[in-house]
Nanobody, 125 residues
Framework: QVQLVESGGGSVQAGGSLRLSCVGP??????????LGWFRQSPGQEREGVAG???????TYAGTVKGRFTVSRDNALNTLYLQMNSLTLEDTAMYYC?????????????????WGQGTQVTVSS
């Protein structure tokens, strides 16, 4: 069973920044087969794809975060990152990382099998 562990969430004022991290097994970060994604979910809302990154480093972003968020991965540290800048109230959510093989749509939650437990991000005015 793949275990992913997120960290880095917290409370921040609008306009501020946070960096989320997700640590996973080396088998994921060393394999060309795996893509990784960041998702978020607010109460009563569907889980939304935020950003995804393939093994070759190619990235995909949701329109709502493009230009503000940056997804990256450090394969040597088995860690996925999400740098979030210019945060707004609408970014408040539980953030999850996910991984799976042969992902076609990196922003679709249906593509991913392995999930972390989530880390809460709260943006206040």
């Amino acid at each position: 069973q793949v275990q992913l562990v997120e960290s880095g969430g917290g409370s921040v004022q609008a306009g501020g920044s946070l960096r989320l991290s997700c640590v996973g097994p080396a088998t994921i970060f060393s394999s060309y087969e795996y893509s990784l994604g960041w998702f978020r979910q607010s109460p009563g809302q569907e889980r939304e794809g935020v950003a995804g990154i393939a093994s070759d480093g190619s990235t995909t972003y949701a329109g709502t975060v493009k230009g503000r968020f940056t997804v990256s991965r450090d394969n040597a540290l088995n860690t996925l990152y999400l740098q979030m800048n210019s945060l707004t109230l609408e970014d408040t959510a539980m953030y999850y990382c996910a991984a799976d093989r042969w992902v076609a749509d990196r922003l679709s939650s249906h593509e991913y099998f392995a999930w972390g437990q989530g880390t809460q991000v709260t943006v206040s005015s």
